[in-house]
């Protein structure tokens, strides 16, 4: 469960706990990479630096135990793609090549790595893994868990910063929606300028902003929910960029609305210049 202080308890108190397996025979290093408690194996070999002569021994047995399926706990932790804890454990390993052991269907912990991750990403990214392992090989080297795997662990920060721009841009489309430039006729309640044809581009622009920003937003909380390990990206990217360049053309278009009887000159240079950057916002997406 992550109890890393319970965990030190126990190893200290009685280390011959850590022979227990589960019914995969699987011991508490192979449950900590498979639930990602970075801290769990962090307090483990914290324990044999303190020269611990037992614990010492036993997770140098425990780290290249095999399961019932030959996996080791890198293995396990490979699987899952826990860069963090694949990291660790292969530290603790000295880097040696020599104890990444193939499992009984003759996977290594490298190879089972390379599946997780090049399922995982993009084609520009899986360009990037093919060209590592023909510079390395099937090994690990710190530039993997650093350079290769980071676009894999990132992936929760990038949708959380997609979920949060999607957010703003939904807000602010709503507040737009009724604050319209030039505000209401007292008498009717109706849009001062609603017959203007700028003001209603501006009204699609900005109710296409709002469409877009809630399909962004509800892609990524949909997969979230459903199958958080396997989130595409993609979909919400392009619905996000969408309407971050709607959101840009409705600023423009609502400026020039309210300062074109003012400043005409002004007001065509800030429609303009929304329309290229508005523009401009979209060629990730086409290009």
């Given at each position: 469960?992550?109890?890393?202080?319970?965990?030190?308890?126990?190893?200290?108190?009685?280390?011959?706990?850590?022979?227990?397996?589960?019914?995969?025979?699987?011991?508490?290093?192979?449950?900590?990479?498979?639930?990602?408690?970075?801290?769990?194996?962090?307090?483990?070999?914290?324990?044999?630096?303190?020269?611990?002569?037992?614990?010492?021994?036993?997770?140098d047995s425990m780290i290249n135990a095999t399961d019932y399926e030959g996996n080791?706990?890198?293995?396990?932790?490979?699987?899952?793609?826990?860069?963090?804890?694949?990291?660790?454990?292969?530290?603790?390993?000295?880097?040696?090549?020599?104890?990444?052991?193939?499992?009984?269907?003759?996977?290594?912990?490298?190879?089972?790595?390379?599946?997780?991750?090049?399922?995982?990403?993009?084609?520009?990214?899986?360009?990037?893994?093919?060209?590592?392992?023909?510079?390395?090989?099937?090994?690990?080297?710190?530039?993997?868990?650093?350079?290769?795997?980071?676009?894999?662990?990132?992936?929760?920060?990038?949708?959380?910063?997609?979920?949060?721009?999607?957010?703003?841009?939904?807000?602010?489309a709503f507040a737009a929606a009724f604050t319209i430039p030039g505000g209401y006729?007292?008498?009717?309640?109706?849009?001062?300028?609603?017959?203007?044809?700028?003001?209603?581009?501006?009204?699609?622009?900005?109710?296409?902003?709002?469409?877009?920003?809630?399909?962004?937003?509800?892609?990524?909380?949909?997969?979230?929910?459903?199958?958080?390990?396997?989130?595409?990206?993609?979909?919400?990217?392009?619905?996000?960029?969408?309407?971050?360049?709607?959101?840009?053309?409705a600023f423009g278009i609502g400026s020039y609305v309210m300062l074109a009887p003012?400043?005409?000159?002004?007001?065509?240079?800030?429609?303009?210049?929304?329309?290229?950057?508005?523009?401009?916002?979209?060629?990730?997406?086409?290009?």
């Open positions: 469960m992550g109890n890393e202080d319970l965990v030190e308890h126990f190893l200290r108190e009685y280390p011959d706990y850590a022979n227990l397996l589960d019914s995969c025979g699987r011991n508490l290093l192979h449950m900590a990479a498979k639930q990602n408690h970075s801290k769990v194996l962090t307090t483990v070999f914290a324990l044999k630096k303190d020269d611990l002569s037992q614990i010492s021994q036993m997770v080791t706990s890198l293995h396990i932790a490979a699987m899952k793609g826990h860069e963090s804890v694949m990291s660790a454990i292969w530290d603790k390993l000295n880097h040696d090549q020599a104890s990444l052991l193939q499992n009984r269907k003759g996977k290594t912990a490298f190879s089972l790595s390379y599946e997780k991750v090049w399922d995982t990403t993009d084609e520009a990214s899986r360009g990037r893994i093919n060209e590592y392992v023909k510079k390395k090989g099937w090994y690990f080297t710190a530039e993997w868990f650093d350079c290769v795997m980071s676009p894999y662990q990132n992936k929760l920060e990038r949708t959380q910063v997609i979920g949060l721009g999607s957010v703003l841009i939904t807000t602010v006729n007292t008498d009717n309640g109706a849009p001062v300028l609603g017959k203007r044809y700028m003001f209603r581009a501006f009204i699609l622009a900005n109710t296409f902003a709002f469409i877009q920003a809630f399909q962004s937003l509800f892609a990524v909380l949909y997969k979230a929910l459903t199958d958080p390990e396997d989130i595409d990206l993609q979909y919400a990217i392009y619905k996000f960029l969408s309407a971050a360049s709607c959101m840009v053309i003012v400043s005409l000159p002004i007001a065509i240079i800030i429609l303009v210049v929304a329309l290229l950057v508005g523009s401009s916002t979209l060629q990730p997406v086409f290009f």
